[in-house]
């Protein structure tokens, strides 16, 4: 999986974080906040889905068009890889 | 700094999937051990023991991590290891976790209260004068 294991994504009221994981233990010190579109973004490539899949499905739930959606989610990716969240 | 409220009901979740809890303490009370920003690591209580280091939630909704200073049947009393003043009347209820080591920003080292430094630290520190001299040196 290209996710790394070793990070979770939670969801405390409306907010989204993805948090590390130290010897199986939540560590709260390095979090990632992030939106609801990246939480998706994160469940999708966690089923190993490609890029253009990820972009079909955010067209699907938000008003928004083809050329920014998939800038915004590789940029997105590229986040995740520089925190070594993703690594393909 | 990240505000306690917000990840509370994560230490609650972590707790339910067995997992502990890791994050970082802002203050001085517990100093000189604490120092703020130091990664301090939760798991869920099963006994508490009197200079136990426990993370409560005090009756006005604000979270501490203090030692257990005294059991009573009333209660735990509570004091930090640079304070003087001590809480007493703490209910069982009211603590959510044990820590179980910590991580010095200071030092870059991890410390898991065993040992016979902390051993030793942890009889010095019941003492007030002890307390009071720690918080006029450190």
Known sequence: ??????????????????????????????????????????NL???????????????????????VCLKDTNEFIEQLRMRGIYND | MIRVERFYPLIIEAFNEGRVFTFPINGTSMQPLLHTNDLVTLERISTIK???????????GQFVLHRVRRIRADGYTFVGDHQTQEEAGIKLEQCIGKAISYKSVRKDKEYNFKGLGYWIYKHLVRFKLFRLICGKLL
């Open chain 2, 50 to 60: 009197k200079g136990d280091i426990i993370f409560y939630l005090r009756a006005n």
């Open chain 1, 45 to 67: 490539l966690k089923e190993n889905r490609t890029v253009t899949e990820i972009v079909k499905e955010i067209l699907a739930l938000y008003d928004v068009s083809e050329e």
């Open chain 1, 1 to 42: 999986m290209p996710i790394n294991e070793n990070f979770i994504l939670k969801n405390i009221g409306n907010e989204y974080m993805i948090i590390p994981l130290v010897d199986g233990g939540i560590s709260f010190n390095r979090v990632f906040n992030v939106t609801e579109t990246g939480a998706l973004t994160f």
